[in-house]
């Protein structure tokens, strides 16, 4: 397991696409709408005036689509997808991902179930309640066994999600043979800014969507009424 888990990362290294840069249009449009959001996050931390000025900055050039990486799509429908080049491989980089992640695991799963199916491999030395039972005895239908024993499915189970650790120590943190970390990413493909832009969403959109939050945000400040505070904890 540990080795397989080491090939498939540096397999997933070798397949991997080198990222092509980006334009400085592409970068200002992505940043520009996390600028309107780092402002509604941290709004507290600055005086009323000084948001005020930088909502209405923001609010107008949203409007007008001064950040837009082409400002003449404004209000047209979002191209498709299946036709825009670095789109495509993205999908293409995620179904190598996916393959180097799924093809191990259904070759091992198959070979322990060709040769070793309704094996018992290890008995626990510590007692455990019956609802174990079908966690660790997987492939071993009898009901008179000590739960206490585990089949070797179910032990390919427990070292597939339970050697992450062994992992992130031997391949660092950033490892492709991290299983959760990869079925994480794919979960939430929007944690970093330059995923805030999806393939088929609209830009505008978004910035329009954003123009509207900061119109209805209400500030408030930490340093509200701070000197009536002082003076009373004194």
């Known amino acids: 397991m540990i080795l397989t888990g080491i090939l498939r990362h540096y397999a997933t290294i070798l397949l991997a696409t080198t990222p092509k840069k980006q334009t ?5 449009e992505q940043r520009s ?9 941290n709004a507290p931390q600055i005086a009323a005036l000084s948001f005020a000025s930088r909502k209405n900055y923001l609010v107008a050039a949203y409007n ?11 209000g047209k429908p979002p191209a498709n997808p299946m036709t825009d080049p670095a789109a495509m491989e993205g999908m293409i980089g995620m179904m190598k991902g996916n393959m180097m992640m799924m093809i191990p695991q259904t070759v091992i799963m198959g070979w322990i179930n060709a040769f070793f199916a309704g094996f018992v491999i290890m008995k626990l030395p510590f007692p455990l309640t019956i609802r174990f039972k079908s966690m660790l005895q997987s492939g071993v239908a009898t009901r008179d066994l ?7 499915l179910s032990w390919y189970f427990l070292n597939l999600f339970g050697l992450q650790s062994v992992f992130i120590f031997i391949l660092g943190n950033e490892n492709a043979a991290n299983q959760m970390a990869q079925q ?14 999806q393939p088929g969403q609209d830009p505008d959109k978004m910035f329009q969507g954003e123009a509207e939050n900061l119109e209805v945000f209400e500030h408030w400040c930490v340093l509200d009424g701070v000197e009536n505070r002082l003076l009373d904890s004194t």
């Open 24 to 28: 400085l249009s592409a970068i200002r």
């Open 33 to 41: 709408l996390l600028r309107g959001i780092n402002l509604r996050n």
């Open 64 to 74: 007008d689509g001064a950040f837009l990486k082409d400002p003449e799509n404004k």
């Open 146 to 152: 000590d739960v206490r024993w585990v089949s070797s």
């Open 184 to 197: 994480m990413s794919q979960m939430n493909p929007g944690a970093a800014g330059a995923g805030l832009f």
